[in-house]
């Protein structure tokens, strides 16, 4: 499956945009889907991530509830919907496809969008 990640952009402190992944190829619905985050000079970073049938979402503690992840498989679409944003939020955003919400968790992923820069700036 072929990921395309889009909706980043400068945002204000405390903004709240959407982030959007796009599938093609391969069945949709099959893959359990995930986002993740990298920031500048940091290591790749885990942040939710939701069952084939969307009714599994599962985050990084680390979020508090900030983040919010949803799926329309009618679509071939993947969201994740960010809250209270702040500076230290800005790096780039990947969605990613597993077989399962566990392994994407882990970090096991069979495919991965290019990603979408976010910028957490007044």
């Known amino acids: 499956v072929q990921l395309q990640a889009s909706g980043g952009g400068l945002v204000q402190p405390g903004g709240s945009p959407r982030l959007s992944c796009t599938a093609s190829g391969r069945t949709f619905s099959d893959y359990a889907l995930g986002w993740f985050r990298q920031a500048p000079g940091k290591e790749r970073e885990f942040l939710a991530t939701?069952?084939?049938?969307?009714?599994?979402?599962d985050y990084a503690d680390s979020l508090k509830g900030r983040f919010t992840i949803s799926r329309d498989n009618a679509k071939n679409t993947v969201y994740l919907q960010m809250n209270s944003l702040k500076p230290e939020d800005t790096a780039v955003y990947y969605c990613?496809?597993?077989?399962?919400?566990?392994?994407?968790?882990?970090?096991?992923?069979?495919?991965w969008g290019q990603g979408t820069l976010v910028t957490v700036s007044s």
């Open positions: 939701i069952s084939w049938s969307g009714n599994v979402p």
């Open positions: 990613a496809a597993g077989d399962s919400p566990s392994l994407i968790r882990i970090g096991v992923i069979r495919s």
